[in-house]
């Protein structure tokens, strides 16, 4: 169980993490920085198993990957969302972000909610509101992306060819 | 059979594909900078296995570049020293990527280019299918040759008639943005054409491709016509991997037609925060700006600074504005000086420095202060895109730049255009 961090609509990269802070690699240092200026109190106070909730077209903009990395080392579960920009569905998926793409679920949970989110199922539940939603299915291809944990995982174990097979 | 992008994947396939289906290619070439080549190398080195052809692999310095920052400074010697570690053949500080990448014909008809770089939709201006990825991507690319792509449903925008004297492509760009919004094109091939389209030259059909980006397009196609080849024989090495097949629709199944008469359109504007809150000029003239910022891979060619020129020959830009002008690659700015546009432009009191992304990503060479508004020729006004978060960016055309640039405050072009011509 994890609290609720919403965001509104067409969230870009430069707000998950400004270019300036895009200079280093590192997981734990782009943290520091997720978000800092449309909610720079995240960062401080985030708990891991908390969950990001963003509105429509999550992730546009900049094809940095250091937008979902900083997400991920911020020890968030996940990230719900109405929709996905293109580029940050992909990256999220190959850095082994967990994504949910799930409107009915944005809508209904607000700030600070108590979250339970089961992520092989794809079932939200809000414990505050007492509500469960659905997400969206994620096509069998990334689900392999998803299940060895990222692109770099599953290129270890297999050939890419077995991606679509 | 089909729109655009399914007619280029259909032959990388082998097979009529068709919109919906996912498919692993083969890639042509795999671009990435100096900002997401340190990733990719990581990637790289924990899949454990060899780059599968070095010459597909393409790397350039541009995004801090030169170093702004000792941290800046390290991430270039890492790619340095991995360029020469792995013998990679192509290592560019020649300007912004995805210009130096269609100067140096890595772009042509047909291919397949990836880049670690949003704006890499900017390749479809030539027929070309471009898209940014992720740098995982492109380390994995590095290793496989391949990438997986969902064929992407198109939308068509058919653009009729002639736009009029000091309205340009990037007027033109901007209103569509708005028209279809910033999540508008998200997932889909947006195809470009029509007789406005047709008539063309190439530096600024680049224009409708590298904006797709901002509307969350997948790609942005303009089909090769004899433009295009006239373009790779004349101004790039391409000339020896031709023959080009001049690809286009057949028979297409579009999503949405989206039909545009762009003879009545006026000067527009991208204001502050979003691509798509956009204005005609007319409406926010008049408001202050403290930076006139023309450069980026959208609006820095050679044809650009030669209007900014133009209108600044003789004059004075206005003392309390910044005005900074980025040349997009070191040849626009070699054939700039040749021809005394650069003179031009520092006479008038335009700052032009190296080639590279400068300030449009607020590392270098232009950041804005708090309060601050700047007047751009980029294709992105992100709230702190260039500095400061309380600072303000508006999108326009390198005209309107440069007639901003003159007084200090958001002018229609038009004026100082119709003085030129009396």
Same mark, same amino acid.
Request: with cysteine.
């Given at each position: ?12 990269? %430069?707000?998950?993490?400004? &270019? ?33 909730? &963003? *509105?429509?077209?999550? +992730?546009? +903009? ?21 929709? $996905?920009?293109?580029? $940050? ?6 850095? &082994? ?10 809508? *209904?949970?607000?700030? +600070?909610?108590?979250?339970?989110? %089961?992520?092989?199922? *794809? ?6 509101? &007492? ?9 069998? $291809? ?7 944990? +990222?692109?770099?995982? $599953? ?11 | ?12 396939? #082998? ?159 901007? !209103? ?17 054409? #029509? ?66 008469? /762009? ?44 209007? /900014? ?13 910044? /005005?900074? /002008? ?6 626009? !700015? ?14 008038? #009191? ?65 004026? !100082? ?6």
């Amino acid at each position: 169980m994890g609290k609720a961090w919403t965001f509104g609509e067409n969230m870009n990269t %430069d707000e998950i993490i400004p &270019g300036r802070y895009n200079i280093t690699i590192d997981p734990l240092e782009l943290a520091r920085n997720v978000f800092c200026e449309v909610k720079p109190e995240y960062a401080k106070n985030v708990k891991p198993g908390d969950v990001i909730v &963003g *509105g429509q077209n999550f +992730g546009c +903009g900049s094809s940095r990957e250091h937008a979902p990395i900083a997400i991920k080392g911020s020890q968030a579960k996940c990230v719900i969302a109405a929709s $996905f920009a293109r580029i $940050f569905f992909r990256n999220a998926i190959n850095i &082994g972000l967990p994504i949910l793409e799930c409107p009915e679920a944005v809508a *209904g949970i607000s700030e +600070g909610d108590e979250i339970d989110v %089961d992520l092989a199922s *794809g079932e939200i539940s809000n414990h505050t509101n &007492g509500h469960r939603y659905q997400a969206r299915p994620l096509p069998d $291809f990334v689900l392999k992306i998803a299940e060895a944990g +990222g692109i770099v995982n $599953f290129l270890k174990e297999h050939d890419i060819q077995e991606l679509l097979r | 059979m089909g729109t655009l992008v399914e007619e280029i994947f259909s032959r990388k396939a #082998g097979r009529i594909v068709k919109a919906g289906e996912i498919l692993l290619l083969d890639v042509d070439y795999i671009m990435s900078h100096d900002n997401t080549t340190p990733l990719a190398i990581r990637a790289f080195r924990e899949i454990g296995k060899p780059i599968l052809d070095k010459n597909r692999v393409v790397i350039h310095l541009d995004h801090a570049y030169p170093a702004p920052n000792v941290l800046a400074a390290e991430n270039h010697r890492r790619i340095f020293d991995f360029v020469k570690e792995q013998e990679l053949p192509h290592l560019f500080q020649q300007g912004v990527c995805h210009q130096v990448m269609i100067e140096e014909g890595f772009v042509t008809p047909g291919s397949i280019v990836i880049g670690a770089d949003s704006h890499s939709n900017t390749y479809g201006a030539l027929g070309a299918f471009g898209t940014g990825l992720g740098s995982t991507e492109i380390g994995v690319a590095w290793v496989t040759g391949k990438c997986w792509f969902k064929v992407p449903e198109t939308i068509r925008v058919e653009l009729h008639g002639r736009t009029q004297a000091g309205v340009y492509a990037k007027d033109v760009m901007i !209103y569509i943005a708005g028209l279809l919004g910033m999540d508008g094109g998200t997932y889909r091939s947006v195809e470009f054409g #029509g007789e406005y389209i047709d008539q063309l030259p190439l530096h600024e059909r680049i224009i409708f491709p590298n904006m797709s980006t901002e509307i969350g397009a997948k790609c942005g196609l303009i089909a090769a016509d004899q433009v295009t080849l006239d373009y790779l024989d004349n101004e790039t090495p391409a000339k020896g991997k031709g023959p080009f097949e001049q690809i286009r629709p057949a028979n297409p199944r579009y999503e949405r037609l989206l039909e545009l008469d /762009v003879s009545t359109l006026a000067p527009q504007v991208a204001c502050h925060p979003d691509v798509d809150n956009v204005k005609p000029l007319e409406q926010v003239e008049g408001l202050e700006v403290q930076e006139v910022y023309i450069g980026t891979c959208t609006n820095a060619r050679y044809e650009d600074l030669e209007i /900014v020129a133009n209108m600044l020959r003789g004059r004075k830009v206005n003392p309390f504005t910044r /005005v900074i /002008v980025t040349p997009a690659s070191a040849r626009i !700015y070699k054939k700039a000086l040749q021809n005394g546009l650069i003179e031009i432009l520092m006479d008038a #009191g335009c700052t032009v420095t190296g080639t590279g992304c400068g300030a449009c990503i607020g590392r270098h060479g232009g950041i804005l202060a708090p309060g601050e508004r700047a007047l751009t020729t980029m294709n992105r006004n992100f709230i702190g895109r260039m500095g400061s978060p309380l600072s303000e960016i508006y999108l326009a055309s390198p005209a309107t730049a440069a007639a901003t640039a003159l007084t200090g405050r958001i002018t229609d072009p038009r004026e !100082y255009l119709m003085q030129n011509a009396e």
